[in-house]
């Protein structure tokens, strides 16, 4: 069964500081990895990844992909209370590229 | 371009009753998943549609059912409720069935009583 797992849990920082968010997975027939933001209701898009190695970069949010090792982490620098949220990772795979989600990760970051 | 849109927002049904959500997907996507999110299980894949198929499910009953119609949009059909589908239900759209983004609409909370 795919599996994706995110870590830590949870995590509270202080604005300004930097945090990175992993997220392992074991899925069969791997073909992108995909990380949302969810706020209240609607998780929002940040990152599509699908090559290892490569970089993907939004203002203060970077995220890479290792295929060999089968993760991904997604780096927030500066934080800013703004930046509290859920942070979901989820995997697409199989032959009908179906998208299995982790846990989460609940980031709170105080003024 | 107007996001996905799901309706209800909020809904509240007794056991034993059935539901209805509806989702509509980003204009010339004709790719929609949906997804159950609970605070102890996550978000969890129910199914998803593309052309009017059913190309992928998740592991839920069968009282769990959707369909998509022929301008992408699509419902997804609860019968007899149980106290534990109470959760939030999340529709995603993509252009196509393939490596591509996925956009989530705003949600049907659903409380079962």
């Known amino acids: 069964e795919d599996k994706v797992v995110q870590s830590p849990l949870s995590l509270v920082v202080h604005e300004g500081d930097t945090v990175t968010l992993n997220c392992s997975y074991e899925?069969?027939?791997?073909?992108?990895l995909l990380w949302y933001k969810q706020e209240k209701k609607a998780p929002t898009f940040l990152f599509m990844l699908?090559?290892?190695?490569i970089e993907k970069k939004s203002g203060r949010l970077s995220s890479i992909l290792d295929k060999k090792e089968l993760f991904s982490i997604l780096n927030i620098t500066a934080t800013q209370t703004g930046d509290s949220a859920v942070y979901l990772c989820?995997?697409?795979?199989?032959?009908?590229?179906?998208?299995?989600f982790g846990k989460g990760t609940l980031l709170t970051v105080n003024p | 371009k107007a996001g996905v849109t799901q309706t209800p927002r909020y809904l509240i049904k007794t056991r034993g009753q059935q539901v209805t959500l509806s989702c509509s997907p980003i204009?010339?996507?004709?790719?929609v998943s949906w997804y159950q999110q609970t605070p102890g299980q996550g978000l969890q894949f129910l199914f998803e549609?593309?052309?009017?198929?059913?190309?992928n499910k998740g592991n839920f009953p069968g009282r769990f059912s959707g369909r998509q119609f022929s301008n992408s949009r699509s419902e997804m059909n609860v019968s007899t409720l149980e106290l534990g589908d109470s959760a939030l239900y999340l529709c995603?759209?993509?252009?196509?069935?393939?490596?591509?983004?996925?956009?989530f609409g705003q949600g049907t909370r659903l409380t079962v009583v």
């Open positions: 204009s010339g996507h004709r790719s």
């Open positions: 899925v069969t027939n791997f073909r992108s």
């Open positions: 995603a759209s993509s252009f196509y069935l393939g490596n591509t983004e996925a956009f």
């Open positions: 549609y593309f052309s009017e198929t059913q190309r």
């Open positions: 699908t090559s290892s190695g």
């Open positions: 989820a995997v697409k795979g199989g032959s009908n590229y179906k998208l299995t």
